[in-house]
């Protein structure tokens, strides 16, 4: 069984920099393609990171580009997203995502998953 686990939010202030972790059991991250996803309240879960498993490459949300870094250790089966400059429009639950199927065309839809976490609440506020 597949089950994954996120951890790391917490309350900052704008511009610091937060470490989310995500760990996986039942599997190995070999294969999968990974993914964060957030949502805000009252908004839709929104795509902001995700590592493809066929290329290995990085996709981002505009909204993050150059700010946000995914990365994994599959020998600790744990994925990482590093957010920096951290602003108040990144608050909210993040979660991660995985799946052995999905193609590339789908990675930033909620539908091309099978697995998720449980979610870490991010709050960006002074």
């Known amino acids: 069984q597949v089950q994954l686990a996120e951890s790391g939010g917490r309350l900052v202030e704008p511009g610091e920099s937060l470490k989310l972790s995500c760990t996986l059991s039942g599997r190995t991250f070999r294969g999968y393609t990974t993914a964060w996803f957030r949502q805000a309240p009252e908004k839709e879960r929104e795509f902001v990171a995700a590592?493809?498993?066929?290329?290995?490459?990085?996709y981002y949300a505009d909204s993050v580009k150059g700010r946000f870094t995914i990365s994994r250790d599959n020998t600790k089966n744990t994925m990482y997203l590093q957010m920096n400059s951290l602003k108040p429009e990144d608050t909210g639950i993040y979660y991660c995502a995985g799946d052995s199927t999905i193609i590339l065309s789908s990675i930033r839809s909620t539908g091309g998953y099978d697995y998720w976490g449980q979610g870490t609440q991010v709050t960006v506020s002074s």
């Open positions: 590592i493809f498993r066929n290329n290995g490459n990085n």
